[in-house]
């Protein structure tokens, strides 16, 4: 038969046809042709087509073009709206990571159903296929979990990942977590209103500061009743000093006028052997300056603190951290020098020079200081430690006139491990070994802890080992005022939220004079030398400072205080949640009753009312009508105040009434229940 062109066009449109058809119906999509932005990850950024050091993909061996490269705690949402048939990819971890031992374990979940995962995988097992139907599935989560050793130190991989598709091009991947900030507190009244907390510890002979810290419109004017004899106050600016010579109790009635009205508080002044009666509030240089501090940026976030009007809210403590001493090794000359003098009396570097200055200048302003230091011959940035030097550093401390030392573990390891005889201050390496023995452990804080009492000022003692042997245990009993009870925070959720879920086990430790510190707050401007806005989404801000309150931790802001915006300013000045850290009785909140991803906290205070943290740690709003009171120790009748937006919500009659609740992801409802008359 003779092939005519009219034959051979036929042919090729019906091939064309074909072709069009099976695209309709069938449709290869990359996962690595998405927006991977929007996923979120325990650190770094999501890679595309390259591991997370910026190479070929390589897992065991194998070499891999295309894939998505993240690091756990890592979530990735995509919305399917029923139009893939299937996903299949191969996961492991990256060959790059050598030497680390990261156990991950990936997960595929449709719709919140987990259907897929990979089981738990560690460096050197070869990818692992993953294939699996997605018939109908409306929204996607590609998860890499913590393989449960703790170790975060993974690059974990999905490779030659692709859906099959019936027809659509792309899908859109998505972050559930709201990212506009929103500002839910009213501003101040311009009447008077007195934040500082009700009670203040203090030792007989113990300079004695105390600011009566109020909102409101200035001019001010401030008073006291009932004053014990030694205390004065300054009628302008609130600022109670002087001595207290004899141990005891004294009630004090403060009172605070301005043209619109006047405020009046009780505070009870407890003179004897505990300070820090409720949480330490204040700034910390780390988390936003690190090794790049001087004694002018702490004098700017001290003018800072006041300016920003933090100080009415009872904002205290401008903690220098690490780096304000002279460093082993750095090549940063305006961190060498002699360490010590020749009667070993430390010299700060060249950025601080003089400390005493510094502090006066920070007390003058109505503020306390404080500082940092190590029980190992090195603080942990390299700088020199207290080892060896325990008294004359505690004696420098006070003679300077400093309120607050964080003394951190650090190179202590290598003092347990033996440190060589002639020289322990040749040791370069840190160790991170914990003590052992509980007594090993213990005793530097003792030593130091020691050395502070017998100073003729008070010197909040801030522990700091990370958590080990129990701390909240013991940590009373070597003087500690707090302990860290955690690794150092980040400004993720991952961070935040392990943290957060780690602290009930401390809680029942917690009481005034002794705190559980879950790690300073990352609002606002962080970036340990190189400052970013904090990667927290708002709502989950609002939850870290919301659990922080719960937890009675001290309260530490980690940002640039000269880069405050309306929002953290909203987020670290509305009273009535600080009012929540700072309540005398120093319970700490746990959590009582765990809903799918709601987990609610309840926190005893002084007044027999109960702050209650409905917190959100899933993906998905929640929205219930709740009931189950009993769970949380309620019974009765109850005024509910929404903390946050500082408004009266309803009467609840428990075993009756229900409460309406609504809870972002990542987010919190934050109440205080009040017995109702
Ligand atoms: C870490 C500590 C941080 C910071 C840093 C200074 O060990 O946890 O909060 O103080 O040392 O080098």
Redesign the pocket.
Known sequence: MKITNMMKLMVAVWFAIIGIINQATAQTVWLDELDLSAATQGYGVPMKNKSNEGKTFTIAGENFERGFGTHAVSSLMILLEGKAASFTAKVGLDDEVKGQQPAVEFEIYGDGKKIWSSGIMKLGDAARPCSVQLNGIQKLELVVADGGNGNYYDHANWVDAKFETSGVTTFKTYNPIASEPYILTPKPSDKPRINSAKVFGVRPRSPFQYLVAATGDRPMTFAASGLPKGLKIDANTGLITGVLAKPGTFKVTLTAKNAKGKAEKQLRIECGDRIALTPPMGWNS?NCFAHEVSADRVKRAADAMVKSGLINHGWTYINI??FWENHRDSKDQSLRGKLRDDAGYIIPNSRFVDMKPLADYVHNLGLKIGL?SSPGPW???GCVGSYGYEKQDAESYAKWGFDYL?Y?W?SYGNVINGLPENDPYKVSSLSYNGGGELATAQKPFKVMGDYLQQQPRDIVFSV?Q?GMSDVWTWGGSVGGNCW?TTN?ITDTWVSVKNIALDQDKSAPYAKPGNWNDP?MLVVGHVGWGNTHPSKLKPDEQYLHISLWSLFSAPLLIGCDMEKLDDFTLNLLTNDEVIEINQDPLGKQATCLQTIGDLRIYVKELEDGSRAVGFCNFGVEIVDIDYTDFAKLGINGKFNVRDLWRQADICTIKTGADKLDIKVPAHGVVLYKLTPAK
């Open positions: 780390w951290d690490d940092y603080t942990c940035g964080k951190d650090c700091c990370y860290r150092d790690d």
